[in-house]
């Protein structure tokens, strides 16, 4: 059988000209990447097209979450000032500048501080309250201490429990969240001279003390820690 080299030239042009496209385009499959967007991730790309009225934005599960977070925590500080509007504000001003602030969880770390600042005093613990009150509080906390124990007297004490503890204020003063807490507690406690002989309270009943104390935090602080700042009963 003859060939006609002239019939057979343009065959094989075609034939090369089909393979290289396949090897510079490829095949599809199904799951090839889509066409690269230069515009996609600029700030134009993810507002919705504007002649489509049909594009509807929905929240993410995330937005719709952190939203009822937001309320959740709304309703709870509302229900905590009850027709206080002065503590509404204050406690407002504090989440707005310390939005992590949890009213239950802080008073949970009050009660817990309110136990050992007092039983820290009876003790005459100075070691013990340093880190828990302020310089000013401190200071007077330790004369008090000082004094007593300069007449040989001491503190039995026995702390029974607390029976409430309620926010009573709240504001911020020069970016330092200040909360007001209003603890009645129960306590058996009295002073013993150097002859053991009681000077003041008693030894067998339980008395109820109620004190109001403020906690202080700096809002751009990262020690989460409180201090006592202010104390009254």
């Not at 309320?71 to 905590?80: Q, S």
Request: overall charge negative; proline content about 4%.
């Amino acid at each position: 059988m003859e060939f006609d080299l002239f019939t057979l030239l343009p065959l094989a042009v075609a034939v090369f000209v089909f393979w290289k496209l396949r090897s510079v385009l490829g095949t599809r499959n199904g799951t090839e990447r889509p066409p690269y967007d230069p515009y996609v991730g600029s700030d134009d790309a993810k507002k919705p097209a504007e002649s489509n009225d049909n594009v509807v934005t929905l929240p993410n599960a995330r937005n719709r979450r952190d939203e009822e977070e937001d309320d959740k925590a709304a309703d709870r500080l509302a229900e905590i000032a009850g027709e206080d509007k002065s503590l509404a504000r204050g406690l407002k001003a504090v989440t707005a500048r310390d939005p992590g602030f949890d009213p239950d969880q802080f008073l949970d770390g009050a009660k817990m501080a309110y136990e050992m600042i007092v039983t820290g005093f009876a003790d005459g613990d100075k070691r013990a309250l340093k880190g828990l009150l302020s310089r000013e509080v401190y200071d007077n906390f330790a004369a008090v201490i000082d004094e007593r124990a300069s007449r040989g007297e001491k503190v039995n004490a026995s702390f029974v429990g607390i029976e409430k503890a309620e926010i009573a204020g709240a504001e911020l003063v020069k970016e330092e969240a200040q909360i007001t807490v209003r603890f009645v507690s129960q306590m058996i406690s009295a002073t013993l001279d150097k002859n053991e002989e009681v000077v003041d309270g008693d030894l067998q009943e339980v008395a109820e003390i109620t004190d109001v104390w403020t906690f202080a935090h700096p809002v751009k602080s990262r020690d989460p820690n409180w201090k006592l700042v202010a104390t009254d009963a």
